[in-house]
């Protein structure tokens, strides 16, 4: 047990505008269904008992006076004295409207046998409505505050969830978002909130995790440039380089810097692809399958690949540039990750473009990972004509900013990979 004025580590706790705020808002929303539920609960209360003191009040006279004269024999009300002050009391006289004997009970009653009736009617009646009235009453009190007390209490169960999904939007942060709602409870509205609550914390976990692979692989990949650069710098031209050494660091140099620049284009161009299109227009595909098969004819031709092309008509409203740039790093993708006497198939249809190369086996639970930035199928080895592994994840983002679908899967035989790319505006 701690001892009062004890020194040690502060106990967990909330602060008070967070707690406030909490409170405010549930207590807000609560106190508000409670005057709807409760509202409501009232008024139907008091409809019910107008509408019960309504209906017993029109039929009570008759009830009573039927009552009075079959129950007492006539004779004996002939009997009575009229002037009896506990069967005449003046202070409860009879109204126009409802002190009207039966017709059967006025043709075989005198008229002082009648008047006594009425008199004995109109004070059953006002005894009984008045009771009548002070118990609806007391009872519509108590019905009043349970439901008040009811609605309050459904109102808190009600917004129980919210507060949950409250509680675990405002302790997220970017090192926990693999906690999740989980709420239980049976299927409906809220349930459906919370699960979508769910959803959305794996996609935004998802893209923080990509984001911070993508910031750390671009970084690995910008530093190696330069870190070849410096040490081409400084050991090559230390002391006095002959003009063969200086001509060998001046091409390295060079080599390098066009490296970094294409790792840089490729950045850019992701950057650009991420953002969505600005405008749309009519892009025939199937031309530019053939361009871009044209133009790399000569490195397909070095790496010893064929290269097929089968365009068949297809037009996508887009941007040329980027279509352009996703075909082409297609068809580099499936020259450059091939073997000697490859192939290289390229399709475009109504169903999209699919582009199907030979090449190594690739496993099937590393088919997603190529679509992330700066990853390869081997490590990379800095040769010459070697990608910076942005290809297919550009692939991805132009497709995705066309509306389009992307999806891979390894080739059953020969090896390679097959690419298709899904349009649903396609024509």
């Not at 090192?175 to 769910?198: C, M, S």
């Not at 330069?226 to 080599?255: C, D, F, M, N, T």
């Amino acid at each position: 047990m701690r001892k009062r004025g004890a020194t040690g580590p502060a106990d967990p706790v909330t602060s008070p505008t967070t707690t406030s705020a909490r409170t405010g808002v549930v207590s807000g929303e609560r106190a508000r269904l409670t005057a709807l539920y409760g509202g409501l609960l009232l008024l139907a209360g008091a409809l019910l008992t107008g509408v019960v003191y309504v209906l017993v009040k029109e039929g009570l006279y008759s009830s009573i006076s039927l009552a009075v004269t079959g129950t007492v024999p006539a004779r004996r009300l002939e009997e009575l004295p009229t002037t009896s002050p506990t069967l005449l009391p003046t202070a409860a006289p009879a109204s126009p409207a409802s002190a009207r004997p039966d017709s059967s009970t006025a043709a075989t009653l005198p008229s002082e046998v009648l008047a006594i009736t009425r008199t004995v009617s109109d004070a059953a009646e006002s005894a009984a409505l008045e009771r009548l009235l002070t118990v609806s009453l007391t009872v519509l009190v108590v019905y009043a505050v349970l439901s008040v007390a009811l609605a309050w209490w459904m109102a808190g169960r009600v917004l129980r969830p919210v507060g949950v999904i409250t509680e675990t939007a405002r302790r997220l942060s970017g090192e926990n978002l693999h906690e999740r709602i989980a709420l239980d409870g049976p299927p409906g509205e809220l349930k459906r909130l919370a699960d979508t609550f769910d959803g959305m914390l794996g996609r935004m976990e998802g893209l923080v995790s990509a984001q911070q692979r993508f910031a750390a692989n671009a970084a690995h990949e910008l530093r190696t440039p330069v870190a070849v650069q410096r040490a081409a710098a400084e050991i090559g031209l230390a002391g006095e380089p002959s003009p063969e050494r200086v001509a060998r660091i001046r091409a390295k140099l060079i080599e390098v810097a066009d490296d970094s620049e294409r790792i840089i284009e490729g950045l850019l161009l992701l950057a650009a692809s991420d953002q969505g299109l600005r405008e749309r227009r009519p892009v025939a595909v199937h031309e530019v399958a053939r361009q871009a098969a044209d133009g790399l004819a000569a490195e397909a031709a070095e790496h010893g690949v064929t290269v097929v092309v089968r365009a068949a008509p297809l037009t996508v409203d887009g941007d040329a540039v980027l279509l352009d740039r996703l075909v082409h790093n297609l068809l580099v993708n499936g020259v450059r990750h091939n073997v000697p006497g490859g192939r290289v198939e390229l399709r475009t249809g109504p169903a999209g473009i699919e582009v199907t190369n030979t090449g190594p086996q690739v496993p099937e639970e590393t088919v997603p990972l190529l679509f992330e930035p700066f990853r390869r199928l081997t490590a990379r080895t800095h040769g010459p004509g070697e990608g910076a592994g942005l290809g297919l994840s550009i692939v991805e983002s132009i497709a995705r900013a066309h509306d389009a679908t992307t999806e891979a899967h390894p080739n059953e035989q020969g090896g390679g990979l097959t690419v298709r790319v899904r349009f649903g505006a396609g024509e």
